[in-house]
């Protein structure tokens, strides 16, 4: 499996065909939609429409104490209101990716999940 550094990014395509992508808050994405999506949510703060955004923030999955697993969704968005939601990007919604999804809307009942796409850039 090749690994991806600063200078490989961008010059290799991954298994779904994206091209990796780097956002004007210098953040490298995966994918041309989600750098864009990035650029969007740059804007909206800079409106002042939303208060401020993460970048692959951390989620622990843990049930009955245990931690299962870990999950990163692409931007987790802070609302001027104060309240929290997450946005994850996706072209391809894999198996693994949903059931990271149900564990994390399971276990984070308090914090929307909002799954966006190239319709959402417009």
């Keep these: 499996m090749k690994r991806f550094t600063k200078r490989t990014w961008g010059k290799t395509n991954n298994k779904y065909g994206a091209k ?3 956002c004007e808050s210098d953040h490298y994405h995966p994918s041309m939609g989600e750098a864009a999506y990035c650029n969007k949510l740059l804007l909206m703060k800079k409106g002042k429409a939303i208060k401020e955004y993460e970048y692959e923030k951390r989620y622990a999955l843990e049930v ?3 931690t299962i697993g870990h999950h990163k969704p692409d931007f987790t968005v802070h609302n001027t209101d104060g309240s929290i939601s997450v946005h994850e990007f996706k072209g391809v919604m ?10 994390f809307e399971a276990i984070y009942t308090d914090i929307p999940y909002r799954v966006v796409g190239n319709k959402d850039l417009i």
Aim: proline content about 0%.
């Design 94 to 103: 894999t198996r693994d990716w949903m059931l990271r999804k149900k564990l």
């Design 20 to 22: 990796s992508t780097r």
């Design 64 to 66: 009955n104490g245990k």
